[in-house]
């Protein structure tokens, strides 16, 4: 019987290039707190966390998490190892029972479910590499050809910056985007017409017969929604998404429930429960957890099928590896995000810098090598010098 012998995680400290901010590139949480400077600073993942799983015969899986990373390597090093090291990695859902029960007190949400998260996405990649299989294939195997992608980045900027920016992801093949807006409750009418004015300008680019999606990343509330969604409707978007913080699914399910624009949601809530409940009281007509986040993909498989019985599809959070194998091996995973390979940014470019193996866009589409066992994925030493890592 295969052991799991160790457990060993890295945080990544991105000290190389960056591209600076950018004002009204993307509204957030913190904006209506009025302060100056950076409001987006909170939400910049210029760290990664890598988690390694090493089993006994020396075949090692690999996990990641961007959130909070030196907070959730104590999580894994003090509490979460020791629960998992000396099991047999195909006991994958003990592990996570385990995982989560033991640490009811605190874990739940937030840093603690990012941690069991990192740590199951290592097994099923360790699961994977012991059988030779990728892990979609672990998962019930392919239900599409290949996964279509939209095109993640048309942060708000100059006009005709986000027109050019367009044009280029058109020649690329996407069939697929989505933009950010860039002002929110404290900047008034004239914010509104501001967001008006760059959700026009990118329909200009792509025409009407591709979808197109805007996500305000939290940082609208619900008064501000309600008067924008009417404004929003010529649009024909796809959804809008994250308008209001993650805790209020009244909220979102008011917001869904208006039938004016699709709502979309789920990048920041944490778990099955969490899911369930963002389900049963149809607060989202999109649901977008991300794995690495959500619980791994022990978590993810239970919550898509509990998102299909709603028929509510799933396009997990910022694409990567981790979510474009349950993507693949879930028929209520129409598509998935895509970030292209760009200067660090936001952040969600480390994946490039950090991992190699993952799969690149072609025409708006992406494949996953079945020969290609467990996620795919090494962790490479191309970029080392622009890391300071954490032990």
Sequence with gaps: ??????????????????????????????????????????????????????????????????????????????????????????????????????????????????????????????????????????????TKEEIPVYYSKLYSGPIDVMQAEAEEAMKAGYQAFKMRFGWGPRDGMAGMRENLKRIECVREVIGYDKDLMADAYMGWNLDYTKRMLPKLAPFELRWLEEPVIGDDTTGYAELNAMNIVPISGGEHEFSVMGCKNLLQTNAVSVLQYDTNRVGGITAAQKINAIAEAHQVPVIPHAGQMHNYHVTMANTNCPMSEYFPVFDVEVGNELFYYIFEGDAEAQDGFLQLDEEKPGLGITITDKYLEHFEITE
């Design 1 to 142: 019987m295969t052991k799991i012998k160790s457990i060993r995680t890295r945080v990544w400290n991105w000290t190389g290039p960056t591209v600076p901010p950018q004002g009204n590139f993307c509204t957030n949480a913190s904006d209506a707190l009025g302060m100056k400077g950076d409001a987006m600073e909170s939400f910049r993942f210029h760290q990664w966390l890598t988690c390694e799983v090493e089993a006994d015969d020396g075949t090692i899986g690999i996990g990641n998490a961007a959130l909070a990373p030196s907070v959730t390597k104590k999580a894994i090093d003090d509490w979460y190892a020791p629960l998992v090291v000396g099991e047999d990695p195909f006991d994958y859902a003990y592990i996570w029972e385990k995982m989560y029960r033991r640490t009811q007190a605190w874990g739940r949400k937030g840093v603690g479910m990012t941690a069991m998260s990192a740590i199951d996405i290592a097994i099923w990649d360790l699961m994977g590499k012991l059988v030779d299989k990728p892990v979609f294939k672990l998962l019930g195997g392919r």
